[in-house]
């Protein structure tokens, strides 16, 4: 039997659907992994230190957001985290994405649609990863803030800020090019490693996320300028704003 290409902990108190996930995924050959709660989650996560987990929003025992809490305190701080819900509102997806989710799926849903998602963030972690063996790049600074790929840190006045691995990959991302416009489904491949599929809310959360913990004022940007009806671009310094205002 051939090895895993990763292994996957899917979280569902449905029974079909973690057979349906599991179906699969493991036809692409993943190792799946199901857990029916949120305590039983916790503790397959704890053991088998999963490359991914697809997590349900409504778990019997645990509420689902608290489960992605619980999972970046705890030893996968940074695994790629997929949300499933039945809710498809904005303010779910903002929550969800805004607690620790790297990405947000609505039941129902593609199963290949699905899988391509999975095969894409384990892609990108595992480029990430060597990227960040092999990085020999030095600081980037921008004023009061600081980026270390080497490290995987970002500092503001010298404390190291708590962004997410897609937040500090969509930072740097941005950061390696300042001034340049990108547009909103560029940057979703760049960071996703897959086609937008017509959501921009995904984005557009990480971007808001990455103001609060980057900008001094999160209202009044000085980095993370938004070009209307375009997309984003990273500005080195406050004149730069104003100008392009």
């Not at 039945?86 to 699905?114: M, N, W």
Request: proline share 4%; with cysteine; aromatic share 6%.
């Amino acid at each position: 039997m051939s090895k895993p290409i990763g292994t996957v902990l899917v979280v569902d108190d449905e029974r079909e659907i973690t057979e349906l996930i599991g179906l699969f995924l493991t036809k692409e050959g993943f190792a799946v992994h199901a857990a029916e709660g949120g305590e039983d989650a916790l503790r397959i996560a704890e053991a088998l230190s999963p490359d991914l987990v697809i997590l349900d929003v409504s778990l019997g025992d645990m509420d689902g957001i608290e489960v992605c809490k619980r999972l970046r305190e705890g030893g996968c701080a940074d695994v790629p985290i997929l949300f499933l819900s039945c809710k498809s509102e904005d303010a779910d997806i903002v929550l969800g994405l805004s607690e620790g989710g790297d990405d947000y799926i609505t039941k129902p849903f593609s199963p290949r649609q699905l899988v391509a998602r999975v095969q894409a963030h384990i892609r990108r972690r595992r480029q990430r990863e060597r990227s960040q063996a092999e990085e020999q790049q030095g600081l980037m600074a921008f004023g009061s803030l600081e980026i270390d790929p080497g490290r995987f840190e970002v500092r503001r006045d010298g404390e190291t800020l708590p962004l997410s691995a897609k937040e500090f990959e969509l930072l740097c991302v941005l950061a390696r090019q300042p001034n340049r416009i990108f547009a909103m489904n560029e940057l979703y491949r760049l960071v996703w490693h897959t086609d937008s599929m017509g959501d921009t809310r995904t984005l557009m959360v990480h971007i808001s996320n990455l103001r609060k913990k980057i900008e001094p004022d999160p209202s009044n940007p000085v980095y993370i300028h938004t070009v209307r009806g375009f997309g984003y671009r990273f500005l080195t310094d406050c004149q730069s704003l104003q100008d392009a205002r």
